[in-house]
DNA sequence: TGATATTTTGATAATGATTTTCAATATCAA
DNA sequence: TTGATATTGAAAATCATTATCAAAATATCA
């Protein structure tokens, strides 16, 4: 996969700050844009860990960090502890939707609801930054499930259920 | 401050649950209740040790929860480590844009927006359960040092700047 | 009431994700 | 190259939150 163009993003965010191009810092972007779902610190630590078997654990971190000041990732912080990364590569702002049996994630995006957020932002004097929107429910394949009893089963600390 | 119907709810929940009614649950509740901002853990237990010096954290933990379990009181994380508590005393269901540069914070209710989330949970096949919108911008009393060029200053940890 | 069983409590240790520290190594500019 | 500076990995530190546990409080019922 061709990832020409984040690469370049990425270097030319580190040459205005004046950090410096390392083998380790390149390489966890391209594995990161190849993986396409949303991974935790740890998940893109043990994936990179393969390739880069000296990598640190504070590397994945500081990395991450960088990725999402120069504007190619973004952290998620759903309802439990550990944050997630998802890279903007392909994807257009979106929000999401989170199944609070299974853990599915569905990416939505939707015009109406982008602009009745700006409204609300000038309605309420404030000039908009970004926001952030999770919709928790339970998805078809779960419904069955859930009618029949299992509803009211909490998810440890409040984290998607399973996988 | 006259918080029966609250007493009443959280005596009942206990009740039905089978747990015991203790002193610090309902003085917590009255504490918590009589403080309309969103408190940390952390907060509410300095202020109540004032009144029950020998108040131990992890009570306010655990009664925190219970209220939570019981729907008078909701857990909010935002871009921060740590989980506010708003309590839902003569407050109806809100969301909040949040200032990035003071902290402000203001509740919001808007009918439309409330629409547009259970048509998009429907569109994706999604029994709703709730959502979570958070709007983070720039409040009036904060644009003007925004638009002298702090504007790129970063908040520690994504945490709501100031108090 | 009083005895007993069960919960709750506070103090403290443990947890788990993320950060910091620091000495060794890598990168860059001249 | 060289010297200055940044990055790295390992390990320790942090910080919010939870679990543990013995003592105290509360409920049950004889």
Redesign the interface.
Known sequence: MSTEKEEKIFEEFLAAKKLKHSEQRLGLLKIFLNIDRHLTADELFRIAKKKYPDLGFATVYRTLKLLCECGLCR?L?F?DAKARYEHLYGHKHHDH?I??KCGRL?E?V?A??ED??EK??K??????????????????KC?PA?SLGFAERRAPR?EPTGK
Request: hydrophobic share 40%; net charge neutral; with cysteine.
């Open positions: 952290e912080k309802e939707i199944c609070i569905v939505v939707d109406n609801i009745l957020q609300l932002f309605r309420h004097g404030f000039h908009p930054q970004r926001h952030r929107l999770e919709l928790y429910g339970v998805c078809t419904l859930a409040g």
